[in-house]
């Protein structure tokens, strides 16, 4: 003879007075718990509490199956990773030794030199690159600066051209992103303010500017550098579509 099932526990979906037939999103939702209180006279409902993040977990462990059959995943994120959506990830690159690959009409040359603190973002698949003064991890009131770098843009997108973009966009793919800019081969600058100046830029003084600095072991100063006149927290805000004033 099959084990009586008895009822436990209640879920309750709870939800503003919008249409029924309106679009989930554009109603408020909440969820609450109740314990199934038994009598002689039937079942009620116990007193309401509302669904914390932990139940969830809870109640997703207990629908899958025994908890010790699951294997829980320990994971570390990276020291660099600054904020991750569903949709965007934004990462820091501290200022370091690289290398530049550039090929001109005369062939291929690589400088060698410290850059200055790289800003990544990856929105719905597309690459933005920010540099930002200093040596620690940015702040959201961190003021930034257009990478001296080339093939960026002057809104700070990446010109991939045929480059193949990693398939993913979460923190396990940030090193392989970073390469889709300092892997590449650069051939010219995307924008005449890429480096601070009174004159227009050309790609032969930005391979200029890091020839002088082979030398150099500090990264350049942020009076080298032109100025995106916003911070950190003002160009994720622009670049993730946000309303807030960061």
Request: aromatic share 6%; glycine share 6%; proline share 7%.
């Amino acid at each position: 003879m099959a084990e009586e099932l008895l009822p436990t526990l209640a879920l309750l979906l709870h939800t503003t007075n919008s249409s029924v037939n309106s679009m989930p999103n554009a109603r408020q939702m909440v969820l609450t718990l109740h314990g199934i209180q038994r009598s002689q006279n039937g079942s009620t409902l116990g007193p309401a509490r509302i669904m914390s993040p932990l139940d969830a977990q809870e109640f997703g462990y207990r629908l899958i199956g025994d908890q010790s059959s699951i294997q829980r995943k320990i994971e570390l994120l990276p020291e660099g990773l600054l904020r991750e959506t569903s949709t965007s990830l934004t990462w820091f690159r501290p200022p370091q030794r690289s290398h530049q690959n550039w090929r001109t009409s005369e062939g291929r040359e690589v400088l060698e030199a410290v850059l200055p603190g790289l800003i990544f973002h990856v929105e719905s698949g597309v690459l933005f690159v920010a540099a930002y003064a200093g040596t620690e991890r940015p702040s959201l009131a961190a003021p930034l600066f257009h990478a001296p770098m080339g093939n960026i843009h002057d809104d700070q997108c990446v010109c991939t051209g045929n480059v193949t973009l990693p398939r993913h966009q979460d923190h396990s793919a940030m090193r392989a992103w970073e390469r889709v800019l300092l892997a590449t081969n650069y051939t010219h600058i995307n924008h005449p303010q890429t480096l601070a100046s009174a004159d227009d830029v050309s790609t032969e003084d930005l391979m200029a500017f890091w020839r002088k600095r082979k030398r150099y072991t500090t990264p350049p100063h942020a009076k080298l550098m032109s100025p995106l006149k916003m911070t950190l927290g003002r160009w994720l805000a622009k670049l993730t579509g946000s309303e807030e004033d960061a």
